[in-house]
């Protein structure tokens, strides 16, 4: 459901036509992510054989998702602040700031409070992904969404002729 609501505030802003981009902070180790991020210079390590853009710049005008922020390590999140305090980033290798305009949206099924109290993640971070916040509580919590969100998952899965939801199959699912 994060993904769907991160698409609908996109949808609904003045950045709609714009690219949008969900970065998975779970799915890279830190260098490979700080790569994925912020793009790498050619040489800037042995594999690094061409300029790679990173998914700040593709996402440029547009909005980043950045699903599992709680998991980053502390490295990528103090270049993360940068980006979101001056708008600016170095590709790995890079000698030149690059500037971009991303509206940051930021999702974590951990307690960014704790971490910030254990130290694991930055207060001043927080703080600057913390302007709205949105408290999703847990779908047990809330079973008048389920005949929507089937609703919808019927709808995608109609490539495979999946006509819907019998009644009981509904029940059960409530």
Not at 100 to 109: E, F, G, K, Q
Request: with cysteine.
């Amino acid at each position: 459901t994060t993904l769907f609501r991160s698409q609908a505030i996109h949808r609904k802003s003045p950045r709609c036509r714009a690219p949008f981009v969900v970065i998975d902070c779970t799915a890279l180790q830190e260098t490979l992510l700080e790569s994925e991020l912020f793009g790498h210079e050619q040489g800037a390590y042995t594999s690094a054989t061409n300029l790679k853009y990173g998914l700040f710049e593709v996402a440029h005008s547009g909005v980043v998702l950045l699903d599992e922020i709680g998991e980053l390590c502390p490295t990528i999140q103090s270049k993360l602040l940068r980006v979101l305090e001056t708008g600016t980033f170095r590709r790995v290798g890079g000698t030149r700031d690059i500037h971009v305009d991303v509206r940051v949206l930021a999702a974590t099924n951990r307690n960014l409070d704790q971490l910030v109290a254990e130290g694991t993640f930055r207060e001043d971070l927080f703080y600057r992904l913390n302007v709205v916040s949105i408290q999703v509580p847990p779908l047990r919590s809330r079973p008048q969404d389920i005949p929507r969100l089937v609703c919808h998952f019927v709808a995608h899965a109609a490539e495979q002729e999946v006509q819907g939801v019998s009644d009981k199959a509904m029940a059960l699912l409530m």
